[in-house]
């Protein structure tokens, strides 16, 4: 919240009349919407998340289709849905719901998955339709964290290495010959390689955040006293709040950043583990896909704007301005905690490991069976 009112006060204030807090009153909302989301996900079992799930994915493809004839057009880019004042961004909600659904799919099909060439497949062809519904609106972002995280849940999952080699090869080439087919993208690569042969053209918003990085050096020039924010760098407040928090708070910053997420996936890893040692596989692997997923965003995101990456439009989960972004990271923290929740209820005996995921129904259900067990000698 205090990177996302640093970096979007003077935008702020010469586009909305002078109201400098005008993003950061909204992040606030958001925050206060995503907290309650959150809370009530925390609420809820595991298991009804992978009862959900297949209906979860269908709703989400369904919103990618309408999205695309009647969703709001912003900088060329179909990707928001408006429900009265509001609007939400489809693919940020895709993103959780093919963690939820493929998890379900790992464990329903675990002995197809390891054995059989079609349990690998099959969950490409779902992964192709929902890639190619992004790619149409377009958004080139949000469709590789997709497969990414769905191409690592299916590694843990048990599919073989040669079926990740030769898929890696088919959906390599092709995300090539995508890459290449529309004039922008293949002006992002070219750009990419080399910002400054276009400084003032293609390459100025790269080049302005490669700047903001070089001002920060290692200690920063101080919490709001970046200079790129001041209408320099475009989208200094959403995909490129990175580089106005290197530019402030410099290389330690950027360490800081890292090492949060670091531990973010870390903790991911280890709470999917501790639920895949209780055999509570849904969890486990619900567990390992958030991590993959914010992890692997967080990384696009930073090597973007530190130009190791060609540019995509992706936030910064937690630290980038945006309520959709802000409201679902925030469920899917929610998540794991439940599942952690539920890990420690397991290992303390107040509830079988079968009970987490096979036969909750209902929180009074859950309660009943801990306050059971509590009352056992």
């Not at 060439?117 to 519904?133: H, R």
């Not at 995101?301 to 190791?308: D, E, F, M, R």
């Amino acid at each position: 919240m205090i990177m996302v009112t640093s970096s979007s006060m003077y935008y702020a204030q010469n586009t909305f009349n002078g109201h400098s807090f005008h993003f950061i009153n909204r992040h606030i909302i958001y925050l206060v919407i995503s907290f309650f989301a959150a809370t009530l996900v925390l609420t809820q079992p595991v298991i009804r998340w992978q009862k959900y799930g297949p209906y979860l994915l269908v709703a989400g493809i369904l919103l990618l289709v309408i999205v695309l004839f009647a969703g709001k057009s912003v900088n060329g880019s179909r990707r928001w849905l408006g429900v009265g004042p509001l609007t939400f961004q489809v693919s940020e909600v895709i993103k959780l719901f093919v963690v939820v659904y493929l998890a379900g799919y790992l464990v329903r099909r675990t002995d197809e998955i390891q054995n059989q060439l079609t349990g690998f497949f099959k969950p490409l062809i779902v992964l192709a339709l929902i890639s190619a519904l992004l790619l149409l609106e377009p958004d080139f972002g949000a469709t590789v964290v997709i497969l990414s995280t769905s191409m690592a849940m299916l590694f843990l999952g048990g599919a073989r290495l040669w079926q990740f080699i030769g898929l890696v090869m088919v959906v390599g080439s092709t995300l090539v010959g995508i890459a290449i087919s529309q004039p922008y993208r293949l002006q992002r690569i070219l750009t990419f390689m080399d910002p400054w042969a276009d400084p003032f053209g293609s390459g100025y918003q790269l080049t302005q955040s490669l700047i903001a990085f070089g001002r920060g050096e290692i200690f920063g020039q101080g919490l709001g006293n970046s200079l790129q924010k001041l209408s320099y760098l475009p989208e200094a407040h959403t995909d490129f709040i990175f580089a106005v928090l290197a530019e402030e708070q410099g290389l330690i910053g950027v360490f800081i950043i890292l090492l949060l997420f670091f531990i973010l996936f870390y903790r991911s890893m280890k709470i999917g583990r501790a639920a895949l040692m209780q055999q509570r596989a849904y969890s486990a692997y619900l567990a390992y896909g958030i991590g993959f997923w914010l992890t692997f965003q967080a990384l696009i995101n930073i090597g973007v704007t530190s130009g190791a990456l060609p540019t995509k439009g992706l936030t910064l989960p937690f630290v980038s301005y945006g309520g959709n972004s802000l409201l679902i990271c925030s469920i899917a923290i929610a998540l794991l905690l439940r599942i952690d929740y539920e890990n420690r209820l397991v290992a303390n005996n107040l509830i079988n490991a079968e009970d987490t995921e096979k036969r909750y129904h209902s929180e009074s259900s859950e309660k009943k069976i801990v306050k059971e067990k509590r009352r056992k000698p």
